[in-house]
């Protein structure tokens, strides 16, 4: 939250995280370091690139939902892609059936010598529910 010239922020003890394109236009009083860096997108990224045999198109924006149909075979993969990491990335993918408890799987994708690279995480898939897939890193 930015406030205009006069109106001032009132914050008590702890960390209070002011961000500015321009910090000129700043009177704080009582800080003790100004941070030079502001990097809203880090240039890592994790993708879901396939899901029970549905190929997803890297960046593709909106969830992944996912429906088996009556007489599918309940173990399905998630195939997911980590750029740019450079080391271990310990990874989570999350199964949430529109109705019913959600399935987590963890995985590791080694991205030390390999970019992108890629992991395929085995997971049991609920018949004739949506589902919803997503990946995040741990």
């Known amino acids: ?22 910090r000129r236009a700043l009177a704080i009083s009582g800080v003790d370091a100004v941070g030079g ?10 993708s879901i690139v396939s ?12 969830p992944v939902n996912v429906i088996l149909p009556f007489g599918s075979s309940p173990n399905q993969s998630v ?33 030390t010598t390999t970019n992108p690279a890629e992991t395929v995480v085995n997971v049991v898939m609920p018949i004739n529910r949506l589902v919803r897939v997503s990946a995040w890193t741990r």
Do not use: C, S
Not at 1 to 22: C, E, K, Q, S, Y
Not at 81 to 100: H, I, K, M, S, Y
């Open 51 to 62: 899901a029970a045999g549905t190929v997803i198109a890297e960046g593709a924006a909106g």
């Open 79 to 111: 195939t997911l892609r980590a750029r740019d990491f450079g080391g271990q990335v310990p990874v989570r993918v999350v199964l949430t059936p529109d109705n019913g408890t959600p399935l987590t799987y963890d995985a590791t994708i080694d991205n």
């Open 37 to 46: 860096l502001m990097q809203v997108f880090t240039p890592q990224k994790l």
């Open 1 to 22: 939250m930015i406030n205009p010239p006069g109106n001032w922020i009132f914050a008590g003890h702890g960390r209070t995280r002011v961000d500015t394109l321009d």
